[in-house]
Every structure is written in structure tokens, then in C-alpha cells.
């Protein structure tokens, strides 16, 4: 276990979640506590009957999803299926027709991608609450013999980020707060950033909110032109390394839900639901429960900033939040 202050303070974190909120056993429902002497949180077990059913679990490649995919898998594996894994597979068109030809059985989406690129919803009537995004697409999946399990407490998505030193300086909350403020203010975002809905367009249509000036910036640098004083506001995700490292930064509140929600949705063959049965469901549940959005940016970080495999990054998390021993 790393000795990492920051792995410390997860661990207490996800103590805490699991007591005040508890978790859904996977297991037996007539366990006396529940708790298997871990704090609260319900350990996965392993049932024998699963051991016939081989699952492949896949991902698209990039961080949070890499990450994201071991914790399916070895939540799985814990419970006892044959788990494979596949978590390299590239866009989400990719990833969606993996699972539609059986090459995977499972992965993690965004509700936000699964609306617009799966199902041609306009991306301003993608909801900002990750329930009823989900909800919306349901029906969608069911369609393609898919299912979607319900989606995780974090969104993982576009919002606005400032300088906290300079956000307090201008008594700025809320985007909401950019008004008469906008335009004296510098917006740094992808190149894409002008024609999308959960960007500088909808900054504009939603909050009539109207720039000194827009710079279309390397994704990469989203973090340094706010350092180095290019930028008065940049773009940056929701569940980004840098928001779990430093309190330099703060994310302005969308306090009129206009970003599009991105929780993740377990998203599998309907024909693999069915004959692995409910510790399916069950598990990919359970180990939903600890990831809330300061855990993911911290899991996040310990792979971007850290330099740990995604692979020990999940086990780390199945281990810290008493879902494995």
C-alpha cells in the first residue's frame, strides 16, 4: 500500500462513505452486520456457480477509463467470473461495436457520449443530471440488446476552472457570476470548443455571456495558461488529476445545469447479463458506491501524477474502499 498522504486520505474518505451511507451486498443478504469487519462496506464474494462464465471487460484508452475498466474487472474477477480484459479499444464508436459483435462483453461510457454519438441527441438536450441522462438512454440500449446499469455518483465532464485566488478576488461562484464580468475575461479551450454546446457556445446561448477573447489551447496546456496568467478561465474536466493535487484551482458552479451530465454507465450485452446472472449487476453496483468525485479525481491523479498502473491505481481503490481483502 503506498504511503502516498494523499492514498491516506482516500482511505478515510471512503471509510466514511461507506459508513454514513452503507453499500448493496452482492452476497449474502442475511449477513448479521454486513460489514466484514472493513469499516461498513460489504466485501465481494465469490460464488463458485460464477466460475463458468468468461466476461471481457474492455475500455476506450485514456486514463479514467483505463482505470475505470480494472475496477469493473477485478470487481468481477472477486466475484468470482472468468474475466478478461480488453481496455484499449479507442473511440466510442469502437468500444460500441466491440460490444455489439461480442468482442467484449462490457465497458464503461459517458451518458453525455452515449446520447449524442449513439443516438443523435442534440447536445443542448442532453441532461445535466446523470440520472435522468440515463434514464433517457435506456431504452436506447435495450434497443441494441444492450444494458446499462445505473450511473456512478461523479460526472465527468466540460466545466469552467479559475485561479481560486482570482475567483475569490472577483467574488466569483457560479458561472452566473460571469455576468458584466465576461467580457473582461480570456477563455482558453479545445479548437472544437466554439461549436460545442458544453463550451464556449453554450456559454454563450445560455448564459449570454460574451468574452474579451477566446484562444483555442492544446488540451494539455488547460491548466498551464491559467498558471502562467494567459488565461482568466480555461476548460478543463470535472474529474481532472490537477483538481485532486492542488487547491489552486476551483471549478465555477454550473448553477444552471446547462454542461451536459457525464456519469458513467456500465454499459453490456444483454445475452452476458442474463447468463452471468444477478452477482453481475450486483457487483458493478457495489463498487459504484465509493466513487465519488473527489475519489475519481484522486484516482486519476495517482496515474497521471503519481505514475502507478491503472491496474494497482484499481486495486488499490477495491482494497481502500473494503470490497476485497
Known sequence: MSSNPRVR???????ALALVFGVTACGDDDDDDGDGGNGGAQVIESNPDNGDIAITVGSKNFTEQFILGEIYAQALDAAGYRVEKDLNLGSEQIALESLRNGEIDAYPEYTSTALTSFFEAAPEDVPADGQQAFEESEDDFAQLDLTAFPPTEFSSANAVGMLRSQAEQQG???ISDLEGEAQNLTLFGS????QRIDCLLGLQQNYGLQFDKF?????GLRYEVLDNGQADLSIVFTTDAQLATSDKYVILEDDQQVLPA????FVARQQTVDEAGPDFGDTVEL???GLTLPVMQELNARVDIDKETPERVASDYLQEAGYVE
Not at 486520505?9 to 471509510?15: D, G, Y
Not at 479548437?191 to 466554439?194: A, F, H, I, K, N
Not at 484562444?215 to 488540451?219: L, N, S
Not at 457525464?262 to 454507465?265: E, F, K, Q, S
Open 9 to 15: 486520505a482516500l482511505i478515510a474518505a471512503l471509510l
Open 287 to 289: 463498487v459504484q458506491e
Open 215 to 219: 484562444t483555442p489551447v492544446d488540451i
Open 191 to 194: 479548437p472544437e470548443c466554439r
Open 262 to 265: 457525464g456519469n458513467v454507465l
Open 172 to 174: 466569483v461562484e457560479t
